[in-house]
């Protein structure tokens, strides 16, 4: 089944402590990207990839880092989470120039305390 | 960068009842789908639809790309099509390709 595999599911965390949410794809999508939503801001963009160790800032990127190693994988690292990351993060994937629509990951709602 | 604007922002039904969700948004895109976001977070892809007309069951979508906007309909709906509906559009801003999403439809569907 093609689908994108995002884990945990639910985290809660504490201040500082350094966490990598796992992304992963089966269908050899070349671009990748990142989402958090947040109450009453919507769905925004953290960072992209579009290809294998090529990444870039989205609308969001403070505080987070990502990398992509190999081009099923796309992980996004909080070095020193803070409560203000608190959220509904996404993982989402596609061909290049979204043919065909982007595919969600399920969700990862984390919790900074 | 592209506005998507949605309406309505909420609606109530009583089951079995049909409706029609909007969006519009501001300018030419490569990329038009619409997800249904459940109660438990998940977003559903519902539509990937850049223009023309798809149905899926009691969905249906229509994009009239030339006229920027997309419809949403769901017939005879019942209590689990209930949730928040996104449109979301796609096209090349910046450099960066991605998706722009609505504030959403919330929809209520009592039995």
């Known amino acids: 089944e093609a689908q994108v595999t995002q884990n945990p599911r639910y985290l809660i965390t504490v201040t500082g402590k350094k966490l990598t949410v796992t992304c992963s794809q089966n269908m050899n999508h070349e671009y990748m990207s990142w989402y958090r939503q947040d109450p009453g801001l919507g769905l925004r963009q953290i960072y992209y990839?579009?290809?294998?160790?090529?990444?870039d800032k989205g609308d969001v990127p403070e505080g987070y880092k990502v990398s992509r190693k190999e081009k099923r994988n796309f992980p996004l690292i909080l070095e020193s989470p803070s409560p203000n990351q608190t959220s509904l993060y996404f993982c989402a994937s596609s061909t290049r120039q979204g043919l065909y629509g982007y595919t969600f990951g399920s969700g990862t709602r984390l919790t900074v305390v | 960068g592209i506005q998507v604007e949605q309406s309505p922002p909420d609606l109530i039904l009583q089951e079995g009842a049909n409706s029609t969700l909007r969006c519009n948004f501001s300018?030419?895109?490569?990329?038009l789908q619409w997800f249904h976001q459940n109660p438990w977070g998940q977003l559903i892809n519902l539509f990937y639809?850049?223009?023309g007309t798809k149905q899926n069951g009691r969905l249906s979508a229509t994009t009239v790309a030339t006229e920027r906007y997309s419809l949403l309909y769901i017939s005879s709906s019942q209590t689990t099509d209930s949730g928040v509906y996104f449109c979301a559009v796609g096209g090349r801003q910046g450099g960066s390709e991605k998706l722009v999403f609505g504030k959403g439809t919330k929809l209520t569907v009592n039995p």
């Open positions: 300018d030419s895109v490569n990329n």
């Open positions: 639809i850049p223009s």
């Open positions: 990839s579009m290809n294998v160790e090529v990444t």
